[in-house]
């Protein structure tokens, strides 16, 4: 008996933040997903795209437009946030709402991961003719 009341108290306190009485809280895993993307698109900005720009001296200009290139991806992203908190109470089925949110992951995905080997690219390219 007490080890059924600690079993339903931890599956109760355990439950995942994005379902809640077993709807699924789309808005919530579309700004999880933004959120994680954005990280990852900064950390692959400053690692990876920052390595590409070589400077002589102590300039600012590299982190100048390091603060540029991630501004470009916040709205992308506050859209995708916008776009899934109306999305989530319009009526259609789960089904569709799970097909509809894994595009629009999957394009997120591809913008976070995709831009910065563009950028480091078009440095690699440009660069020697600068």
């Known amino acids: 008996m007490v080890a059924t ?22 808005d919530k895993k579309m700004s999880n997903n933004c959120a994680a993307a954005l990280l990852v698109y900064t950390m692959m900005q400053i690692f990876f795209v920052l390595g590409f720009i070589e400077t002589r001296g102590m ?30 109470s319009s ?18 995905w591809l913008l976070a991961l995709g831009l910065p080997l563009l950028f480091a690219g078009l440095i690699k390219t440009f660069a020697p003719m600068l």
């Open 5 to 26: 009341a600690s079993r339903k108290s931890v599956s109760k306190h355990h439950a995942p933040q994005d379902v809640k009485h077993g709807v699924v809280r789309w």
């Open 91 to 108: 009526g259609l089925s789960e089904q569709s709402l799970a097909a509809k949110f894994r595009a629009d992951q999957v394009l997120l």
């Open 59 to 88: 300039s600012i200009a590299p982190y100048f437009g390091l603060v540029i290139l991630v501004a470009v991806i916040i709205p992308f992203c506050r859209n995708f946030e916008k776009r899934w908190s109306t999305m989530s």
